[in-house]
């Protein structure tokens, strides 16, 4: 069983910086797929960034058009942990961001879709001020 669990999020000043972190435990599959979704109030879920990983390599990203150039995704398999750097930060990035694993169905370029995603975590709020 995969159990996510994020951290890093927070109150920032418009064009400030965050990095969440989204640390996994119980992945045993070689094709794998982390994913950062968000939710502001009174939209839906949203796709940001996804990392995959074929046959245990990779690395494959895939970004949102309204995040792309300012945050990348990562991660420290050493640590288990996946990783968002979010840059030049505005008040239209603020959201509960949701860290998400997949191993079901892991295409080729990682899926911006929440329905390919098999875990998920908590959530952690992310506040950006004009």
């Known amino acids: 069983q995969v159990t996510l669990l994020e951290s890093g999020g927070g109150l920032v000043q418009g064009g400030g910086s965050l990095r969440l972190s989204c640390a996994d435990s119980g992945r045993t599959f070689s094709n794998y797929a982390m994913g950062w979704f968000r939710q502001a109030p009174g939209k839906e879920r949203e796709f940001v960034a996804a990392?995959?990983?074929?046959?245990?390599?990779?690395?494959?990203?895939n970004y949102a058009d309204s995040v792309k150039g300012r945050f990348t995704i990562s991660r420290d398999n050493a640590k288990n942990t996946v990783y968002l750097q979010m840059n030049s930060l505005k008040p239209e990035d603020t959201a509960v961001y949701y860290c998400?694993?997949?191993?079901?169905?892991?295409?080729?370029?990682?899926?911006?879709?929440?329905?390919?995603?098999?875990?998920w975590g908590q959530g952690t709020q992310v506040t950006v001020s004009s």
């Open positions: 990392i995959n990983w074929i046959n245990w390599s990779g690395g494959s990203t």
């Open positions: 998400a694993a997949g191993w079901k169905v892991v295409p080729v370029k990682p899926s911006p879709r929440p329905i390919d995603y098999d875990a």
